[in-house]
């Protein structure tokens, strides 16, 4: 009753008939297809308000932000709220169509475009999430302290209290923190997605790309990237689209293992030492 009322409000919507339909997908929301008047649907997702203290509001500003650039489309936020010790955000429900040849050069394309929209500092005027791992944006106007102290060193110190990293490999990143100038071409801060993998981006029924579950902040591009071949990776016509409108270096593919040291480390303090093995084949060529 209280979604439906919230929606109502925030919507305009009163609807005769109220459909509330549970859908896998969601890691640590529980996540809804809510269907009005089995016509107009809305996306729904539900989590604890503790547990992830303004998760939802950070995803709403996150998701607004990248919206305001005009280059993806980013699904409309209907209403974020906070009831009792639950938190909801409604999103507009976006149709599913064709992953098309074309779909992932406009991909590879917007993603170049929203790398060119840059700031002063790396980092962002508000932390935020990267799925359940609290994020760190403290502004940087250099992206190697930023890398190190903002997003390595936290969840190594995590990783070691728990456990999960022995002293033989704290050291180890700290010989690969000598190398990080003589890997990271110097380049201005871009707009980032902030956690691109695969399952956080959507084909609409124009067969576009359409950005969702953003970890935004100014960073290094060659973050989101990296994130893009972490699980799976994505269509050759990505990558060669982004090419073409934003040149990669020649050691990319380096810089891209270093990169993802952050959601191999952030993944090693969710669910425990099968990610070990990839992080230590990264640093021990250091």
């Not at 170049?112 to 999430?129: I, M, R, T």
């Not at 110190?157 to 990080?180: P, T």
């Not at 090419?243 to 669910?271: A, M, T, V």
């Amino acid at each position: 009753m209280f979604i439906r009322n919230l929606l109502s409000q925030q919507s305009g919507i009163l609807p005769a008939s109220f459909e509330f339909r549970a859908v896998g997908g969601g890691s640590i929301n529980d996540t809804f297809i809510i269907t009005c008047d089995r016509q107009q649907a809305f996306f729904c997702k539900i989590n604890w308000a503790k547990k992830f203290p303004y998760l939802f509001i950070k995803e709403k500003n996150g998701l607004e932000l990248l919206a305001k650039q005009k280059i993806f489309r980013i699904p409309a936020v209907i209403a974020v709220e906070e009831n009792e010790d639950r938190q909801v955000i409604i999103l507009e429900y976006i149709q599913q169509g064709l992953r098309t040849k074309k779909f992932w050069q406009l991909f590879g394309k917007q993603l170049a475009a929203l790398h060119l929209v840059s700031n002063d500092c790396f980092g962002l005027d508000e932390d935020n999430y990267m799925g359940a791992s609290a994020q760190i944006n403290t502004l940087s106007e250099n992206w190697m302290d930023f890398f190190v102290h903002k997003r390595l060193e936290p969840q190594i110190k995590l990783a070691a209290d728990h456990n999960l990293l022995e002293g033989k490999h704290i050291r180890q990143f700290q010989k690969l923190y000598q190398f990080l100038h003589e890997i990271f071409p110097e380049e201005k801060p871009s707009l980032l997605h902030g956690d691109l993998w695969s399952g956080n981006f959507l084909c609409d029924e124009n067969s576009s790309p359409v950005l969702i579950d953003p970890a935004v902040y100014y960073g290094n591009r060659h973050i989101d990237l990296a994130m893009t071949g972490l699980f799976g990776g994505f269509d050759y016509g990505f990558y060669e689209a982004y090419d073409y409108y934003s040149p990669l270096p020649q050691n990319h593919r380096q810089i891209w293992d270093i990169c993802n040291l952050y959601p191999l480390l952030i993944h090693l303090n969710l669910f425990g030492s099968g990610y070990l093995s990839e992080i230590l084949q990264t640093i021990n060529k250091y």
